[in-house]
């Protein structure tokens, strides 16, 4: 029907404006490193974050949510020093912080994202019947009061304010639109619909998002975000119905850390607008043929994005992972690389190169020299190593190099980001 192709036409943020984004595209919130960091083992050091938080400005994410500042100072010091400098390179991304609706995190919030070019507070309560009853223990009419007084403190200290409903998909949506259309009234400029236990379908989200859109009042000067957890598997797929019902931010994490079975991953999402543009280009008002990006993401640096945050968390990534796992692009029957060696559109819907996986059949091994190990590194892009980066991490490659076969670009990126890591 017409309706499933309702086109959303987002007002453009001073962000948009100043950055030259264009505000029709699907905005990428990272939150790699606060909701990502959050779960068990995950946890990495201010100067981990920093890193990892350079690296994302170069992927080309519209929003780094950069931590928890009230969580400890650790933290804080961490968001802060990100907001300082990535958040003040060219071209920067906006810098987020979390804060509960509570006016000492809201406050403490800004004063570690203040410093960003772009700042954000990202504040939230939890509007189930399960989460009021049982953890906040307040009542309908109390958590609409908190909403409006803390979002309206929020944005007295800053002009970019997302808010929350947490257990959003799970909350009685007629309560769920007076709570969002209190916090537009009190001057949130993205209102973000989590799905906090991984509990929902992709039918069911994108009939939230669009009742979203039909209820919730001045909700067309607005972002409509969304965000989610894997429980069941379906958070990615929750994503791509909540755009196709007009959400234009999701809140994902670099190869889907998160708490429990993590968060959408943002390669599986982002590969997906990419490979199936004619089928998501007519929901953005534009021609199937279209060769315009859906994202702002430089999919290229998405394979060496995940190798980082994998070995600076330790969170190793399944084999079989969509986009990132060893084997995503691996082909072993003897049947599918017939067909690769005939065409390689008989079993591949994407290239290995489009994600930044160099593909090249030279091998390096003991006997390979410091100029192969260079070149490779460059193809992999790690253009910007200097000398003595690459001479510790060439002693460390002879090193492995004596005791494997054969060094793959896996090895190498793990070699690469374990001396960046130790310096
Ligand atoms: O899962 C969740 O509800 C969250 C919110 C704080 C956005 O992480
Ligand atoms: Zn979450």
């Not at 409509?224 to 994503?239: C, E, K, P, Q, R």
């Not at 990006?293 to 070995?311: F, G």
């Not at 492995?400 to 070699?415: H, M, Y």
Request: charged share 25%.
């Amino acid at each position: 029907s017409p309706a499933e192709l309702d086109v959303v036409r987002p007002v453009p943020t001073r962000h948009d404006r100043e950055t030259g984004r264009d505000p029709m595209r699907v905005k990428i919130f990272d939150t790699t490193l606060r909701d990502g960091e959050q779960s068990p083992g995950c946890t990495m050091t201010a100067e981990e974050k920093l890193q990892v938080a350079k690296q994302l400005a170069k992927l080309g994410v519209d929003v780094i949510e950069a931590g928890f500042p009230i969580a400890s100072t650790g933290d804080f010091d961490a968001v802060r020093r990100i907001a300082e400098s990535v958040g003040n390179m060219e071209n920067p991304p906006i810098i987020c912080g979390l804060a509960r609706a509570l006016r000492k995190d809201i406050e403490t919030c800004w004063n570690a994202v203040k410093y960003a070019a772009f700042p954000r507070i990202h504040t939230f309560i939890a509007t189930s019947d399960i989460h009021m009853l049982h953890k906040l223990k307040k009542s309908r009419e109390e958590v609409l009061g908190i909403t409006r007084e803390m979002v309206t403190y929020a944005r007295s200290l800053c002009e970019d304010v997302e808010f929350s409903a947490e257990d959003a998909l799970r909350s009685d949506p007629a309560f769920l639109y007076q709570v969002y259309s209190v916090a537009v009234e009190a001057g949130a400029t993205t209102l973000n619909v989590p799905d906090t236990v991984g509990y929902t379908t992709p039918s069911e989200f994108k009939a939230l998002i669009r009742g979203l859109r039909a209820h919730v009042k001045g909700v067309e000067g607005v972002t409509i975000s969304v965000h989610g957890h894997d429980d069941l598997g379906m958070a990615v797929a929750n994503f791509m119905a909540a755009i196709e019902g007009g959400a234009r931010q999701v809140e994902c994490t670099i190869n889907g850390i998160g708490e429990r079975a993590g968060n959408a991953a943002l390669e599986e999402i982002v590969m997906a607008l990419h490979v199936r543009k004619s089928f998501y280009n007519p929901r953005f008002g534009r021609a199937p043929e279209d060769e315009m990006a859906l994202t702002n993401i430089q999919t290229t640096e998405i394979w060496k994005t995940s190798r980082l945050v994998s070995t600076l968390t330790g969170m190793v990534i399944q084999p079989n992972k969509a986009i990132v796992g060893a084997n995503a692009f691996a082909h072993e029957s003897g049947i599918h690389q017939d067909g690769i060696l005939k065409n390689k559109s008989t079993y591949e819907i994407m290239d290995a190169e489009s994600i930044g996986l160099a593909k090249n059949g030279l091998v390096l091994g003991k006997h390979s020299g410091r100029h192969a190990f260079r070149s490779r590194l460059t193809e992999l892009g790690y253009e910007a190593l200097s000398d003595a980066e690459l001479n510790k991490a060439f002693v460390r490659f002879k090193e492995v190099a004596d005791k494997k076969k054969e060094i793959t670009n896996l090895d190498l990126e793990s070699i690469v980001n374990e001396e960046m890591r130790l310096e």
